[in-house]
């Protein structure tokens, strides 16, 4: 039975959410912005968690640390639900989102979900792979209330999973991105899960057979990429 309640909550605002120039891709920190908006997240836990889940990047665990600091004796566990690093972190060290723009454009051009931008980088069935473990983790999980510090691009695939199954091809990971620009989680926001909507087992859609019926304007940068 999984817990009555969960949370997913997106890290405040980043410096590469900023604009800034990347540090790396887990390194990233929060602006002075974004280390409020973790204040506020940590008002908002008014009772105990049983458990906070946070993801290995630097931005998550900084967003959980007010959480701990306000619940000291709360569990805290790393679990890798950290963002879909789609583009290589190693050629994206010192550029801006301007800069990845053409990139980014034509990663989702390709569409490819075996597609790997480098050595560095994660394809989209690895980063599906994750979403479907971080589902059985939390539907193994005991208690009434859990949190989950994160990522925006992780927590809309997890909904959108939730919502309509999954399948790992190209038509799938191409409505994902269009879900996910068109109603981005904002930096410090909470999405509140019931224990009925992980209970059940994911449903694995039948493969899309023919193009979606959006155009590839659909595929230009969105609020988390590759530093998100």
């Known amino acids: 039975m999984p817990p009555a309640v969960t949370w997913l909550v997106r890290h405040g605002q980043s410096t590469s ?13 929060l602006t002075a912005l974004g280390l409020e908006q973790a204040q506020e997240v940590a ?9 906070l889940i946070v993801s290995p990047f630097l931005r998550a665990q900084a967003t959980a640390d007010p959480i701990r600091a306000r619940w000291p004796s709360v569990p805290c566990e790393i ?22 723009r053409p990139w980014i454009e034509e990663y ?33 999980l005991e208690g009434d209330f859990v949190i989950a510090v994160g990522h925006g691009q992780f927590f809309r695939a997890y909904l959108m999973v939730l919502n309509e199954g999954f399948a790992v091809t190209a038509g799938w990971m191409e409505r994902y991105r269009v879900t996910e620009t068109a109603r981005p989680m904002t930096n410090g926001e909470v999405v509140e899960l019931a224990g009925e909507a992980i209970q059940n087992d994911l449903r694995q859609v039948s493969p899309l057979s ?17 530093a998100g």
């Open 108 to 140: 989702w051009r390709r569409c490819d979900p075996d597609y790997r931008d480098g050595p560095d980088a994660e394809s989209f069935q690895a980063f599906m792979s994750r979403l479907v473990d971080f589902h059985h983790r939390l539907q193994a």
């Open 210 to 226: 023919s193009a979606p019926p959006w155009g590839r304007e659909h595929t230009a940068r969105g609020p988390e990429d590759d």
């Open 17 to 29: 959410n900023a604009g800034l120039p990347a540090v790396g891709h887990g390194e990233v920190p």
């Open 79 to 100: 679990w890798p639900i950290q963002e879909l690093t789609y583009l290589s972190p190693a050629r994206c060290t010192g550029t801006t989102a301007e800069m990845r």
């Open 43 to 51: 008002r908002r836990v008014e009772r105990r968690p049983d458990l």
